[in-house]
């Protein structure tokens, strides 16, 4: 019996691991992301797990995998995401959802404000 690379690269159990890590995270992210948006906020920080148990795949490699979709799938979604790889014991998320226009609306309605508001003296 002759055993294909393609066989041994990647299979269905590893697959289906894969996939559960990653949507369980996009799920926590997407409720922390509903979270601040009904606290009024513009962004979150998100720590992910750091220990997978894919079969055949060592950790290392299941973060690569792991971590590179979640970034991916909140790219296509058009969030800003960074992702903080330095600490032994944690990786964690920054995302958050300002677009370059908002910030220049925001400055331009403070400058707004600013010129038009009444200076009192002491």
């Given amino acids: 019996m002759s055993i294909r690379a393609a066989d041994i690269r990647r299979n269905n159990i590893q697959q289906i691991e894969l996939k559960k890590n990653i949507h369980g995270i996009l799920y926590s992210i997407d409720t922390d992301i509903k979270n601040a948006l009904n606290a009024g906020l513009k962004s979150i920080t998100y720590n992910a797990p750091i220990q997978f148990s894919v079969p055949n795949m060592t950790n290392k490699e299941a973060q690569r995998e792991i971590y590179s979709e979640i970034i991916s799938s909140l ?23 300002i677009l370059p226009e908002d910030e220049v609306r925001v400055k331009m309605q403070t400058d707004i404000i600013a010129r038009h508001s009444k200076r009192t003296s002491d």
């Avoid at 790219?75 to 959802?97: E, P, S």
């Fill in 75 to 97: 790219k296509k979604r058009k969030y800003n995401v960074q992702i903080d790889l330095n600490h032994q014991d944690r990786v964690t998320f920054y995302i958050d959802w």
